[in-house]
Nanobody, 127 residues
């Protein structure tokens, strides 16, 4: 399984970014997909859940992302997206795409329930 993120960058507070994640080497429709982030000063082992989308398209968000972020998937392209609006300096982080093998876990928001990870893309929001 390979996950490749893109779309990160630097924006001012209030701006928007759209992250993309391309997946290969898997039956995409069988996998729950998610975005996590590593905030400054935190270890890679302690990622913050941001959003997930189930195989059927049901989305789940961390409270701080509700109303600002939108996760979506395009099964025809093996892609998952995170549209981020009204960005705040507190959103500054490395964002990771994750895929959950159906036999590996069941939690939508637990880092340990995801067994496939991308390399991450940096998002920096300045005030």
């Amino acid at each position: 399984v390979q996950l490749v993120e893109s779309g990160g960058g630097s924006v001012q507070a209030g701006g928007s970014l759209r992250l993309s994640c391309g997946a290969s080497g898997l039956t995409f429709t069988a996998f729950r997909m998610a975005w996590f982030r590593q905030t400054p000063g935190k270890e890679r082992d302690f990622l913050e859940f941001v959003a997930s989308v189930s195989q059927s398209g049901t989305a789940t968000y961390v409270d701080s992302a509700k109303g600002r972020f939108a996760i979506s998937r395009d099964n025809s392209k093996n892609m998952v997206y995170l549209q981020m609006n009204s960005l705040e300096p507190e959103d500054t982080a490395v964002y990771f795409c994750a895929a959950q093998s159906p036999w590996y876990g069941s939690s939508s928001s637990d880092q340990g329930s995801y067994d496939n990870w991308g390399q991450g893309t940096q998002v920096t929001v300045s005030s």
